[in-house]
C-alpha cells in the first residue's frame, strides 16, 4: 500500500498561482502513475494532471492545460502541480492519487486538500 500526502492548498484570487505537493510513503516503489483530480460542490471528480512514475510522459486534463504543471522528485517520492493563471472555476478539493498498475480507477487516494480562486 501507499499512503498520500497533499500540502498547498489556499485562497488566492483570480490570475494568481498555487502550487500543490503531494508526498508518497510506504511502497512507494510500486507506483505506476500518480495524478491529481478535484472535485467542485455539486460537480463529478475531474481529472486535473497524471504521470507515470518512470519515464516522463504526463497527461492534462483540456481545462488545465496550458495554465497546471506536473514536476516531481524521485527521491522524496513527491509529486508538485504547479497551477498558473488561477480562475473562480478552479476552485475545488484537489485530492492526490496513485495506481500500482495500469487500471482505469485509482487505487490510492489522499485526504485532498481545497483551493478557492476569488474572482
Known amino acids: 500500500q501507499v499512503q498520500l500526502v497533499e500540502s498547498g492548498g489556499g485562497l488566492v484570487q483570480a490570475g494568481g498561482s498555487l502550487r500543490l505537493s503531494c508526498t508518497a510513503s510506504?511502497?512507494?516503489?510500486?507506483?505506476?502513475?500518480m495524478g491529481w483530480l478535484r472535485q467542485a460542490p455539486g460537480k463529478e471528480r475531474e481529472f486535473v494532471a497524471g504521470l507515470m512514475w518512470s519515464g516522463h510522459a504526463s497527461k492534462y486534463g483540456d481545462s488545465v492545460k496550458d495554465r497546471f504543471t506536473l514536476s516531481r522528485d524521485n527521491a522524496r517520492s513527491t509529486v508538485y502541480l504547479q497551477m498558473n493563471n488561477l480562475k473562480p472555476e478552479d476552485t475545488a478539493v484537489y485530492y492526490c492519487a496513485a495506481k500500482f498498475r495500469k487500471v482505469d480507477s485509482w487505487e490510492y487516494w489522499g485526504q485532498g486538500t481545497q483551493v478557492t480562486v476569488s474572482s
Open positions: 510506504g511502497q512507494s516503489f510500486r507506483i505506476y502513475t
